[in-house]
Antibody, heavy 120, light 110 residues
Framework: EVQLVESGGDLVQPGGSLRLSCSAS????????MHWVRQAPGKGLEYVSS????????FYTASVKDRFIVSRDNSRNTVYLQMNSLREEDTAVYHC?????????????WGQGILVTVSS | QSVLTQTPSVSAAPGQTVTISCSGT????????VSWYQQLPGTTPTLLIY???KRPSGIPDRFSGSKSGTSATLDITGIQTGDEADYYC???????????FGGGTKLTVL
């Protein structure tokens, strides 16, 4: 069974930093691109970031570029999202999502999500 | 404002058929595979359709997807009360170099 467990969510002040982690199990981690997708309260889905299977390619939506950094540790089956210079509009539930072999593949399995609240 | 455009809401009575549309551009839908995701109330999204029309195992054939040019559609036949959910289309955008979603369509079963 595929399991994706996010951790690291918290209440943080604007301008602060946070690192999310996602521990994966139940599938061949090194064969899957990984993604972060967020959903603000009462809003739709928003793609945040992707990382290729070996971590050599990373992608970001425009609103988080130069503030967020995605990385992965294939020896630990874990993907990370370092979030810097956080803004109130970054408040959302952040989902870790398993993709396919390509970063453009569909999002096949979703974690339950972790809440990040940015507020003073 | 979402890169992909979806009608915000649709409604149908049980047993009817509903079509949900997703409109994009050459840099996303026309040149990349489209997926559809179902988000039941209070739950995490799940993959409903991938590669434009394929269904993951366990998804009933009442759900079907298609694509033509810069638009994609999700058809749901024999609507059931349990289908009441938000439906999102998603794909890759080659120009933006990122994934993109539609704003979501809320299906209400009358």
């Amino acid at each position: 069974e595929v399991q994706l467990v996010e951790s690291g969510g918290d209440l943080v002040q604007p301008g602060g930093s946070l690192r999310l982690s996602c521990s994966a199990s139940g599938f061949t981690f090194i064969s899957s691109a990984m993604h972060w997708v967020r959903q603000a309260p009462g809003k739709g889905l928003e793609y945040v970031s992707s990382i290729s299977v070996l971590g050599g390619s990373t992608f970001y939506t425009a609103s988080v570029k130069d503030r967020f950094i995605v990385s992965r540790d294939n020896s630990r089956n874990t993907v990370y999202l370092q979030m810097n210079s956080l803004r109130e509009e970054d408040t959302a539930v952040y989902h870790c999502v398993r993709g396919g072999p390509s970063s453009s593949s569909s999002l096949s399995s979703w974690g339950q999500g972790i809440l990040v609240t940015v507020s003073s | 404002q979402s890169v992909l455009t979806q009608t915000p809401s649709v409604s149908a009575a049980p047993g009817q058929t509903v079509t949900i549309s997703c409109s994009g551009t050459i840099s996303n839908i026309a040149n990349n595979h489209v997926s559809w995701y179902q988000q039941l109330p209070g739950t995490t999204p799940t993959l409903l359709i991938y590669d434009d029309y394929k269904r993951p195992s366990g998804i009933p054939d009442r759900f079907s997807g298609s694509k033509s040019g810069t638009s994609a559609t999700l058809d749901i036949t024999g609507i059931q009360t349990g289908d009441e959910a938000d439906y999102y289309c998603g794909t890759w955008d080659t120009s933006l170099r990122s994934g993109v979603f539609g704003g979501g369509t809320k299906l209400t079963v009358l």
